[in-house]
């Protein structure tokens, strides 16, 4: 179990955790940032390498130039990032409204994606350019900017978690990172779940990608995984594998850390992929 660091390339913030072999490259919710991600890095096995950014506009990442980006923005943000790091092909893991930057990406460079695997999949709204925004969508922006970083988690975190009372280390720690969210990172994130479309993005996806979902998302309920898959299979000729966890809401890493991990490298067979290569990349 290795330990991680928190790093930066170019414009961009991230944590790492060093090892060999194609990389785990993680993308978090739109009210997280990497270091949501720091239990799931200690769990991995020792000599693996693993990256979780920050995305644009998060943390110490700089924001988009666009204000009202689409997914394939992120996209190629992503790839800049990984250019500088000297990454040449990842495993996705992307989580909530990180599923809708992960399938642009695989969409737009398969080449660079051995294996995409979405949890708590974020379908997106599908506003198009100059429509109005969906009033509970432009409600974040409102809320953050009238309450403050502090109240806005305070208020939302609990819903991320399953049986929130019974589990106030996870919320706490959840509402620290979503207390953190740059408020104009975060207004360029709502603009884009707003155009976002899952769906369509995966349709243009040949990589194998599969599924994670908490059993208990009242965020992302499993609804949305299911119209992913959906597409998928459209794609393939049969649906992707879909691995379902019990007692476990929208921060599924956080809330089954152990379960998620148990998923993710049965899914990536890592066992035998981890040491492949001899070389760092």
Known sequence: MGSSLEKSVGQFTYLEREGLGVPLVFLHGI?????????I?????????????NAPGYLDSQPLSNEHPQAEDYADALADMLDQLG?????????SLGTLIAAAFAAKYPHRVKQLILAASACGYRVKPGEAMPANVM????DLSLK?????????APRLVFEPVLNPAIVARIEFDMARVNPKGYA???????????????SAVTVDTRFIIGINDRVTPEQQ????????????????????IDQAGHAVYQQKPDEFVSALLRMANIQQATLASGEKK
């Open 87 to 95: 990454v040449a092909e990842a495993i996705l893991i992307g989580h």
């Open 31 to 39: 009210g997280s940032n990497a270091m949501s991600f720091s239990d």
């Open 139 to 142: 409600a974040r922006i409102d």
């Open 41 to 53: 890095l200690r769990r991995l096995p020792d000599g693996l390498r693993a990256i979780a950014w």
């Open 188 to 202: 360029q994130a709502v603009y884009m779940l707003a155009a976002g479309d899952l769906e369509a993005s995966l």
């Open 148 to 156: 403050g970083g502090d109240a806005f988690a305070k208020e939302r």
């Open 225 to 244: 995984t299911l119209r992913a898959v959906a597409a998928c299979a459209k794609v393939d000729g049969k649906p992707p594998e879909v691995v379902r």
